[in-house]
């Protein structure tokens, strides 16, 4: 299963365009810090992660607020055929409580 879960910031974000195809998205970069515990030791764990948001989700992600927390839910693809780099596909967001 590719699922991931993640609170973060929205940093970055592009201005909402669309594929050849027609389809709406938005590229943007999330922020997240935390405190883990690991080996039962706490760890702070902070990174960038880049994400896109495409279809219908797109409209409402391309407005919601910049430095804004949300809850994030989606999947992990590589950006492109060729690469080895990951892109973090949101499929829904929601205000983090």
């Known amino acids: 299963m590719n699922q991931l879960q993640v609170v973060a910031q929205i940093c970055e974000r592009d201005v909402l365009r669309y594929t050849p195809a027609g389809v709406p998205i938005v590229s943007a970069t999330l922020l997240h810090s935390s405190q883990q515990m690991e080996a039962g030791v706490a760890r702070l764990v902070e990174f960038e ?17 910049l430095g804004a927390v949300h809850q994030f839910t989606g999947f992990l693809a590589k950006k492109n055929r060729n690469s080895k780099s990951l892109v973090f596909h949101i499929i829904d967001f929601s205000a983090a409580a």
């Open 49 to 65: 992660i880049a994400a896109l948001a495409a279809g219908e989700i797109s409209g409402r992600f391309s407005q919601a607020e």
